[in-house]
Structure formats: structure tokens, C-alpha cells
């Protein structure tokens, strides 16, 4: 059979039930600080729910979501997942979705954001918004940190091997993070109070729990089974042999919200 790359906004949608099970949630502080921005029961948009990691979050505290999914799989993991009348899905992209303007008291996005365009992430915020409510993006991004032990390090020629090693510039240090957004929102005259919150958020993974994070992950889902399979593999093997079977992924959760002036 002849292999098709994945659109890697897509991937997710490969590996519902592996990415329900493997992803992680996010600081009961961040919600605890983004609900008191909030009016009561809030009617949120949100971009890339993924299986429900923040929608059940944001669900539980009262929260009215529509949320917007790219991946039909996904999205029906995610209707599995919360069967609540407080929660409408749409298979669709974001960028093409038609919703109404000055609708919602929050446009809110969970590590999905980034998949959406500079232009978009600031203009569809801008005209979804009821004036005075807020746009919130969470990320979580990795940090260069003593708790991984070296993990990634030494990691990285496996990766490399399979053409996924590292790109890019190094990872942060924890005081060093800075999400992109905060940027597109300071420099956008649309928007004000513009402010990042930080919370430490390492997770820690089994062998077996890491392979399947990886196979969750956009960069290794689209790649042709064979490659896929041995990097896999080969990982679970190293993490096995070299690290005690068990690794920890250093992050900082990252809340940027901005208001709609």
C-alpha cells in the first residue's frame, strides 16, 4: 500500500484515543486566574479542542464552549468525552468557520494556536468578541531544565537518525519564556492589557507512555510507518536501557490574554 503524508494539522485526528489518553491538562491556577476575567458563565470559542484536555476544564466551571475542530475523529472523541448541552462542536478550521460577530465573552485556544495564521489569530479575536472580553492562549512549551536529567540530549541523535532532530534555537530557560503571542497582541492597537502568566508543569513518562506521546505529536504521525515504527522503537529502547524507563519533559504552562479594547 502505497503511503500518503498526513496534513499535519490532521495528525492529531490519526490517534483520537492515544492523544485522549496521553496529552496533558493544564494547572487548576490557570483557570482559577483566567475565570475571574470572566462575566458568569462565559460563552467561549474555542480553536483546537483536541479530545477535551481544557474543554472539560472550562466546562466544569461553568463555561458555555463551542468549540472548533479541525478533525472529524477528534471531534468525535470529544462529543464522547463531554455529553453536555453547555458544549456545540464543529468540524471545521477555524479560519473558515463562520461565527458571529461580537458573539462570545472569550476566544480561548489550548496549544492549538499556533496552527492558525499571524493575521487570523489577532483579526477573527477581533471580530468574535464582545468589546471588553478577552482572547487566552495557552501554551506549553518545553524549557531546557536539569529535571530531564539529559534526556533530550542525548535523545536527540535517535531523533536525528529519522530526520526529526532538533530545529530551531535552543529551548528556554524557565525565566526566559516568552510566548510568541504576547507580541502579536502588544503590537495590535485592537487589543489591551496584555498579560503572560507562568506555571511549572513537568510531566513525567513511563517508556511505553512516552512512545505514545511521540505518536501523538504532529512531527512523527505523518511519517511513513516504516520510519515511524523504528524510531519508536528505538526510543522506547533507549529511554529503557539508558534512563530507568522513565523521562521527564520540563514545561512551563503559559496563559497570554489580551482584551479586546
Not at 458563565?41 to 466546562?59: F, M, N, S, W, Y
Amino acid at each position: 500500500m502505497d503511503f500518503h503524508p498526513v496534513d499535519k494539522r490532521l495528525s492529531f485526528n490519526e490517534v483520537p484515543d492515544i492523544y485522549d489518553e496521553i496529552r496533558p491538562s493544564y494547572p487548576a491556577e490557570l483557570y482559577d486566574g483566567l475565570f475571574e476575567m470572566f462575566p458568569p458563565r462565559p460563552a467561549i470559542v474555542e480553536v483546537g479542542p483536541g479530545t477535551g484536555q481544557a474543554t472539560k476544564d472550562l466546562i466544569a466551571r461553568g463555561a458555555t464552549v463551542h468549540a472548533i475542530e479541525i478533525g472529524p475523529a477528534t471531534a468525535a472523541k470529544l462529543r464522547s468525552n463531554l455529553a453536555t448541552d453547555r458544549l456545540r462542536v464543529t468540524v471545521g478550521d477555524f479560519e473558515q468557520v463562520a461565527l458571529a460577530r461580537s458573539s462570545a465573552d472569550a476566544v480561548f485556544s489550548a496549544c492549538a494556536y499556533h496552527w492558525i495564521s499571524p493575521q487570523a489569530q489577532a483579526d477573527l479575536p477581533a471580530r468574535l468578541l464582545r468589546p471588553g472580553r478577552i482572547v487566552a492562549v495557552v501554551d506549553l512549551i518545553q524549557v531546557s531544565s536539569p529535571e530531564d536529567h539529559g534526556f533530550f540530549a542525548a535523545a536527540d541523535p535517535t531523533y536525528r537518525k529519522y530526520g526529526r532532530g532538533h530545529q530551531g534555537p535552543p529551548a528556554p530557560t524557565r525565566a526566559d519564556v516568552d510566548p510568541d503571542v504576547r507580541d502579536l497582541f502588544e503590537n495590535d492597537g485592537r487589543f489591551d492589557h496584555v498579560e503572560v502568566r507562568k506555571w511549572d508543569w513537568d510531566q513525567t513518562y513511563t517508556a511505553a507512555e512516552y512512545r505514545k506521546l511521540m505518536l501523538s505529536q504532529s512531527g512523527i504521525q505523518p511519517m511513513p510507518p516504516p520510519q515511524r515504527l523504528g524510531l519508536l522503537d528505538d526510543m522506547e529502547s533507549f529511554i529503557n536501557e539508558h534512563f530507568d524507563g522513565r523521562v521527564t519533559k520540563p514545561l512551563v504552562a503559559t496563559l497570554t490574554t489580551a482584551r479586546l479594547s
